[in-house]
């Protein structure tokens, strides 16, 4: 079993920045990546990163605007947000499978998500 654990969200206003953690327990050694999903809308990929960082993906959308990293020693990843823009309001969810993927249904565990709301 795994747990994850989302925190950082809140309102913010356009152009602003934002940065989510992901606090996991449970395993190790697993991929990492953020999802979103907006009312009336399917999940959708944010980002992702291998257990070593050594592998990155990022959605067409949030590409030079979001990074994404982790800290293995604290069993921790993160979401820098930056020029946040209406659209990116969503719940944002972090997942874990012990492989890197840019789809919803290849990970085993999920988070309870964190709010993220930009106002226009």
């Known amino acids: 079993q795994m747990t994850l654990v989302e925190s950082g969200g809140g309102l913010v206003q356009a152009g602003g920045s934002l940065r989510l953690s992901c606090a996991a327990s449970g395993r190790t050694f697993y991929a990492m990546g953020w999802f979103r999903q907006a009312p009336g809308k399917e999940r959708e990929f944010v980002s992702a990163?291998?257990?070593?960082?050594?592998?990155?993906y990022y959605a067409d959308s949030v590409k030079g605007r979001f990074t994404i990293s982790r800290d293995n020693a604290k069993n921790t990843v993160y979401l820098q947000m930056n020029s946040l823009k209406f659209e990116d309001t969503a719940h944002y969810y972090c997942?874990?499978?012990?492989?890197?993927?840019?789809?919803?249904?290849?990970?085993?565990?999920w988070g309870q998500g964190t709010q993220v709301t930009v106002s226009s």
């Open positions: 997942a874990a499978d012990p492989k890197i993927s840019t789809i919803p249904s290849d990970y085993d565990y």
């Open positions: 990163i291998s257990w070593s960082g050594g592998s990155i």
